[in-house]
């Protein structure tokens, strides 16, 4: 490594201006190096402005943004000083991007060789010929398959981790100095993400390329950065040696961050249960799917044969990759999606498969939690409004009780009184995640579906929801059936898991021995491809390629 | 059925519907006309006709056989090409709309020809500089010409460009043709009353269509890949925007044939909407019929057309 970063960023401040016209700073005040060769990791929750500075490199703001002050040098250009004609010449050529989501990065009307080499199109680097042999050479480098061909197909014709892999070497072939990479792995399953994180660091590793990852991550960013940059609130908080912040992080907040990560392990049910007591819920054989049914059988088949128990006071995790019907399990023993085969018994009781044939009793013991708050909210209701529903259809309250109650409920989830005369769009991620679960808690259950309810949210704000469940669970005697794609978070509540691929339980295991005990070699994939808060894990982790080949949902 | 095939099953099936829907209109035009107050032999013969009279042309007529088998025997005469005879002149009604048809679907084409390019580049000149002045300035302009109705910007073009400049014939018919210059004067003013009609429409949508492409991830990303502000929009947004332009321009356009009455009485251009009008002051059944027929065929094609593009251009459902 030369004395002389290749890109230095001074006292940089991003100003935006929002949608009622008042103006804001977003970054305050950010300065730091990136030496050649290095790659340097932004780490921050949502609003920390670790994607604004990213594309600020590329001298890049989304509408309504402005870099109000300060120097972003890139090589030899000042990227602050240029037009917007100078900046669009560095951009491919001396920096480049990877974006979060490919699947929407990519043109769904061009092919996809098309695209990868467009850089070089616009640029005038080489020739069309010239460009396609290039960009092969990186599909091979980039482990994708039939590099030959792969570049004659659509973006919807190939997987996601393809995608992404596909939209490095869109990244690479301008041969860049330095590479953004935005969240590239985030909307990717744990099996796919290791395969992309392999590449993409052996690619970078080989050109010498200096990388800016930008992630909300903590064990991703540990095997690929060299250095974490964290950030709050468009400040830097800390920053240093990855391995020196993983062992011992100065600021409090980094502190917060790595203390969300860490899974604590839940043993023993949440209160002591009646022995004579039956299973709160127990499901037999369940087969459910979608599309139009015929001769009593859906045409799209995703649950095969599901059975499992559980007794009360216990949690039940769900875990599996997109696509391996955890949902739809979810949806499934609620109702909403009439399973068409199997049974399910609550507390020994014989449930009705279809959400209309249930009655309102049955429907009250039984509350469902969706992942998007957002969505799930009504925009236009107040918050005592969207509460005070299920209150006067379960319990036929009206009036001041239901006031009462929804001040009561609004307690419970540890949100002021006053929040009930809002609306859903006034709130944090984190406050209408706890709505929603107070609006499940309104019907008071016995048994609370919840379907990633965590996924959406920061991990600090994750956390804290975490612990309400514990809470109330011991206050109000609930269980929970917890689905998740993440193994920690399913770790830190449930005593039981659930192994599910392709619409099957391949295996039932207890939440505190899963490595342990895991004996199905999908199971053991998947646990072994969670990434560890250890910077050499990703170099020491040995999968056997056939299994991975096997399993991965491509 | 092997996946190049999608795309034409799909079009195919477009083909299908539309030809469907022709039937069910052709079912409420026919019956919707039948409704219509009066009998139409009372009024051919006039107050002093008496009721044997009025019977025995009714009878003539084939008035007093059951709708159903009207409507059959009509359906099937529309089929081959037979669009019946006009009550009150007893001329058939293809020959009646013949020239008339032409007159129209010349205006139109004219129209057309004139208006799309101009709209789409307006539209897609003001996704591209969003914002800015000549942003404004279209968006201005476009909402003002959709709020005047067309018969006072008719009729100011006439005061304007016939009476007060002397530039224009203010009748678009009946001028001599003799020469270029004197057909483009002859259709100018009709075009360009129509142009301002159907071209708004066509620049706000087409704008909005483009926005809506520019602010998707892949678009951004050319920006990233330091693509210009043309070749963003022209490479990337544009071909994605395809299926809604299209079908803007087609809902547009739909509006040439039947909806410029109110122009063609201006302009006293002898137009089909002109002749529709006065086949309803006469009791005109047959030629009612057709005329609406014509309108809804006119209609059907240019949004099935529609649809066919946007179905060929989506490169998932052509691959």
């Not at chain 2, 107050?37 to 003539?60: F, H, K, N, S, Y």
């Amino acid at each position: 490594m030369t004395d002389i970063p290749l890109v230095s960023v001074r006292d940089l401040t991003i100003g935006a201006t929002t949608d009622a016209g008042r103006r804001v700073q977003i970054i305050r005040g950010v300065s730091f190096d990136i030496a050649p060769g290095e790659i340097v990791a932004l780490i921050g929750e949502s609003g920390s402005g670790k994607t604004t500075i990213a594309l600020s490199l590329m001298g890049h703001t989304r509408t309504g943004c402005e870099i109000t002050g300060g120097h972003i040098r890139v090589g030899t250009s000042d990227i602050t000083a240029m037009n917007e004609k100078a900046r669009a010449n560095l951009r491919g050529t001396a920096v480049s991007y990877v974006p979060q989501s490919a699947a929407a990065a990519f043109n769904p009307s061009q092919r996809l060789m098309q695209q990868v080499i467009e850089i070089s199109a616009i640029h005038k680097l080489m020739s069309r010929s010239e460009a396609e042999k290039k960009a092969v050479g990186l599909f091979r480098a980039l482990a994708l398959p039939d590099p030959e061909n792969i570049g004659n197909r659509y973006p919807h014709q190939v997987s996601g981790g393809q995608l992404q892999r596909l939209s490095a070497a869109m990244a690479l072939i301008g041969d860049p100095q330095l590479v953004i990479f935005d969240e590239p792995t985030t909307a990717l399953d744990v099996t796919t993400q290791i395969e992309v994180l392999r590449a993409f660091k052996s690619v970078m590793a080989k050109g010498g390329i200096s990388g800016v990852y930008v992630s909300h991550d903590l064990a991703v960013v540990a095997q690929i950065a060299d250095r974490l940059i964290v950030l709050k609130n468009g400040e830097i908080q800390e920053e240093g040696a990855t391995q020196q912040i993983l062992d011992a992080p100065a600021h409090p907040y980094t502190k917060e961050l790595l203390a969300a990560f860490k899974p604590v392990t839940q043993v023993h049910a949440a209160f002591e249960r009646d022995p004579k007591e039956q299973p709160v819920i127990e499901v037999d054989g369940l087969f459910a799917g979608y599309g139009l049914v015929m001769n009593g059988e859906p045409q799209i088949k995703i649950l095969k044969n599901v059975s499992f128990k559980l007794e009360r006071g216990r949690n039940l995790g769900v875990i599996g990759e997109s696509g391996s019907g955890k949902s739809t399990l979810a949806r499934a023993i609620a109702g909403i999606v009439p399973a068409y085969g199997g049974h399910i018994l609550f507390d020994g009781k014989k449930q009705q498969l279809a959400l209309a044939d249930r009655s309102k009793e049955d429907l009250r013991i039984m509350q469902i939690v969706f992942q998007l708050a957002d969505t799930a909210l009504n925009p236009a209701h107040s918050i005592e409004r969207i509460l005070g529903r299920p209150l006067t259809f379960y319990h036929g309250m009206t009036g001041r009780a239901r006031e009462a109650r929804v001040i009561e409920l609004l307690d419970m989830v540890r949100l002021p009184a006053a929040l009930r005369h809002r609306l859903p769009g006034e709130l944090s991620g984190g406050q209408k995640q706890r709505i929603n679960l107070a609006r499940a808690l309104a019907a008071e259950p016995e048994l609370i579906l919840c379907d990633e309810i965590t996924s959406a949210l920061d991990s600090v704000v994750a956390a804290a929801i975490l612990d309400l469940l514990k809470e109330l669970q011991r206050e109000l005697r609930l269980s929970y059936i917890f689905i998740s794609h993440d193994l920690s978070t399913v770790q830190a509540i449930c005593q039981d898991v659930l192994v599910m691929y392709k619409g099957e339980v391949v295996e039932a295991l207890p939440a505190a021995r899963m490595a342990s005990d895991a004996r199905h070699p999908y199971s053991r994939l998947l646990i072994s491809s969670v990434p560890q808060l250890d910077t050499g894990w990703l170099s020491g982790l040995e999968q056997d390629p056939e299994l991975l080949a096997a399993f991965s949902n491509r | 059925m092997p996946a190049s095939f999608i795309p034409y099953f799909l079009v195919a099936q477009r083909l299908g519907i539309a030809l469907i829907t022709l039937v069910i209109v052709s079912f409420a035009v026919f019956f919707a006309t039948d409704l219509l107050p009066g009998d139409v032999a009372q009024i051919l013969l006039g107050q002093a006709a008496t009721p044997e009279a009025v019977a025995g042309l009714r009878e003539a007529m084939g008035l007093n056989e059951p709708a159903i088998y009207r409507f059959l025997s009509w359906l099937a005469g529309l089929a081959t090409g037979d669009l019946g005879t006009s009550y009150v002149n007893n001329m058939p009604v293809s020959q009646l709309i013949g020239g008339r048809l032409i007159s129209s679907l010349k205006l139109a084409g004219v129209t057309t020809l004139f208006t799309v390019p101009i709209a789409l580049s307006l539209g897609i000149g003001a996704a591209m500089a969003r914002g800015s002045l000549f942003d404004r300035v279209v968006s201005i302009l476009t909402i003002s010409v959709i709020s005047v109705p067309e018969f006072m910007i008719a009729t100011l073009a006439v005061l304007i460009f016939a009476v007060w400049l002397g530039w224009l014939p203010a009748l678009s018919y009946g001028v001599e043709v003799d020469s270029w210059g004197a057909m483009l004067r002859g259709y100018a003013m009709p075009v360009i009353t129509l142009s301002c009609v159907v071209s708004a429409q066509m620049i706000r949508m087409t704008r909005a269509a483009v926005i809506d492409t520019i602010n998707t991830p892949y678009v951004e990303m050319a920006l990233l890949k330091g693509a210009s502000r043309s070749r963003m929009v022209l490479r990337h947004a544009l071909p994605n925007a395809l299926g809604p332009i299209a079908n803007a321009v087609a809902l547009s356009l739909s509006y040439l044939v039947g909806g410029v009455i109110i122009v063609e009485t201006i302009f006293n251009y002898p137009g089909i909407a002109k002749l529709m009008v006065d086949a309803v002051s006469t009791r005109d059944l047959p030629l009612i019929q057709s005329c609406a027929m014509i309108f809804c065929i006119s209609y059907l094609s240019l949004i099935t057309l529609a649809d066919m593009i946007a179905i060929l251009a989506n490169p998932r459902l052509r691959h």
